[in-house]
């Protein structure tokens, strides 16, 4: 069974940063690509950013681009999301998830775990 635990959210002031960590059990985690979602209360969950295996492929939406990086740790079953300059628009639970295959990807559908989600909330 896989098991993904999301921690780092909080409260921050619009301009602010987080760091988002989601530690990954199990024996194939540098197999997997990861992805990070996020939900607003009301919202569907959406896409936030993704990277494949090997953490040389990424993808973020555009509401995000150019101020939120994700990385991967595979020596140490670890995907991160760096959030810089963070709008009160940002405000969500944050959700990792897991696929089976290595490559990255933007669709719910596409992925097969998901974590119990960190609360981030940005004040304006």
């Known amino acids: 069974q896989v098991q993904l635990v999301e921690s780092g959210g909080g409260l921050v002031q619009a301009g602010g940063s987080l760091r988002l960590s989601c530690a990954v059990s199990?024996?194939?985690?540098?197999?997997?690509?990861m992805g990070w979602f996020r939900q607003a209360p009301g919202k569907e969950r959406e896409f936030v950013a993704a990277v494949n295996w090997s953490g040389r492929t990424t993808y973020y939406a555009d509401s995000v681009k150019g101020r939120f990086t994700i990385s991967r740790d595979n020596a140490n079953n670890t995907v991160f999301l760096q959030m810089n300059t963070l709008k009160p628009e940002d405000t969500a639970v944050y959700y990792c998830a897991a696929r089976q295959l290595g490559n990255a990807r933007v669709t719910r559908e596409d992925y097969d775990y998901w974590g119990q989600g960190t609360q981030v909330t940005v004040s304006s």
């Open positions: 199990g024996r194939t985690f540098s197999s997997y690509g």
